[in-house]
């Protein structure tokens, strides 16, 4: 069994992202040196639970900790100050203490929620993230990025906190369904794109292997993806400048996500959408060309993600979306835009109408 430790450095905030086979067994007591307290919130969904909750209380319990249990409903409907006050409730109900922990299990929105709750409670308490999604591995459990959504719009509610370790167990991936794996692969393709055209040839040529989460193929592939985040968050914390580079296809997906209502369309799938959107908006800006439009799309097919959206919402539903962006600057919309493979930059004061271009050509 091969296990990766990846450290992401961040002065006395920097932990450790633990990648590697049958990692839940053993969470307790790799938890045992590195937490004050023995309190335990463990917060999961109605469907990681069944499957994994045992298993992680066993190895807590082995190891001195003292748990309770949060089970919310599944799904992005969810994510909601109903959910965030129900695990507010049962903590303080079980007097919790400022030495305590919050672990999350479950993919983002868990750890996104989960992760806010500890950001908020008692003004913080500990947390530990331990995602179950190719979605949650790759991205939202690393970096310290929590929160909610608001009806107007997509994690408009939220603080930055990091966790005191990610553990990440590829054996959860086997459980998730081909949409919700392949909704992951559209942030794994995000890294070639933006940061790594070696990846991204990579990925082209290894598909197969990963649509059949073959175990290295796995672990290489959160390895690469969490190195490329890790490098990019010790950079920029707080998101001031490179780490929104990191945001490449959202703005547009965010908008997808939130005209087609919560949960209707996954967040990866938004975000495979955003990324041709703003591949095309790139190339009618003269940054790329046809044929690098033309791969993403061709790779994000082979992934098993859409690559158009539906006609129901005009473009100017979608300017208005974006325009209450979290990512908006001044008033203006921003956006990050793709060269070549391997290079993006943050670009704003685009003309809308150039932004309308590239929404009604991949509109179905």
Not at 193 to 208: G, H, Q, R, V
Not at 234 to 261: C, K, M, P, S, V
Request: charged share 20%.
């Amino acid at each position: 069994m091969t296990i990766k430790t990846l450290p992401l450095l961040l002065g006395d905030r920097s932990y450790n992202i633990v990648i590697g086979t049958n990692l839940l067994e053993t969470i307790g007591e790799r938890l045992q040196p590195l937490l004050p307290g023995k309190q335990i919130g463990v917060v999961s969904n109605e469907t990681v639970a069944p499957l994994y909750l045992a298993k992680v209380l066993d190895s807590l319990h082995s190891s001195g900790f003292s748990t309770v249990e949060v089970i919310l409903p599944d799904g992005e409907s969810h994510k909601n100050w109903q959910s965030l006050t129900k695990i507010f409730d049962v903590l303080i109900e079980n007097s919790f203490e400022r030495s305590a922990t919050i672990l999350a299990l479950g993919g983002g929105v868990v750890g996104d929620m989960s992760g806010y709750a500890a950001a908020s409670l008692l003004r913080g308490v500990n947390f530990v993230q331990v995602p179950t999604t190719l979605l949650s591995q790759v991205d939202a459990s690393v970096g310290g990025k929590t929160g909610i959504n608001h009806p107007l719009g997509k994690n408009l509610i939220g603080a930055f906190y990091q966790p005191k370790m990610v553990v990440m167990d590829t054996v959860t991936l086997k459980t998730l369904s081909q949409r919700d794996f392949s909704s992951g692969l559209s942030e794994v393709i995000k890294y070639g794109i933006i940061w790594d055209a070696d990846f991204f040839s990579y990925l082209e040529k290894n598909m197969a292997a990963v649509l059949q989460k073959d175990d290295a193929t796995l672990t290489h592939l959160l390895y690469t993806c969490c190195a490329i985040k890790a490098d990019v968050v010790a950079q920029d914390e707080r998101e001031t400048g490179t780490r929104a580079l990191l945001n490449l296809g959202h703005t547009f997906g965010h908008a997808i996500e939130t005209l087609a209502g919560y949960g209707n369309i996954l967040h990866g799938e938004g975000v495979a959408i955003g990324m041709v959107m703003a591949a095309q908006l790139a190339q009618i800006r003269g940054l790329c060309d046809q044929q690098t439009v033309e791969r993403i799309k061709q790779l994000l097919t082979q992934a098993n993600l859409p690559v158009t959206a539906a006609k129901s919402f005009s473009p100017d539903d979608y300017i208005k979306a974006m325009g209450r962006d979290k990512k908006v600057a001044g008033g203006k919309i921003r956006v990050i835009l793709n060269g070549s493979i391997g290079q993006a930059k943050i670009y704003s004061d685009i003309p809308h109408s150039q932004i309308k271009q590239a929404i009604v050509a991949h509109s179905a």
